[in-house]
């Protein structure tokens, strides 16, 4: 439960559920049986969120923010 998608990835947006979490066979087993529990609108809501998150958190503009300030900007001083 270190780094990866417990860390980043798999975590709200908005306010909003973006998947689940699993680690062993019975958590396997609970989310999978909570995902089959859910109504259309309910897993199209946890979707959607989902691929916000990505297209704001992983997007090219996100990308070059991210190298502007960390690298660029202390070679420059402005750190």
């Known amino acids: 439960k270190s780094g990866g998608p417990l860390m980043d990835i798999v ?24 995902i089959a529990s859910l109504d259309d609108a309910e897993r199209s809501k946890i979707a959607s969120a989902a691929r916000q998150s990505v297209l704001h958190r992983f ?21």
């Open 59 to 79: 997007s090219q503009e996100t990308f070059e923010d991210a190298i502007s300030d960390r690298l660029i900007a202390p070679l420059r001083g402005k750190a």
């Open 11 to 34: 975590v709200p947006y908005e306010g909003q559920r973006t998947g689940f979490l699993a680690d062993d066979v019975e958590s396997y087993a609970k989310a999978l049986e909570e």
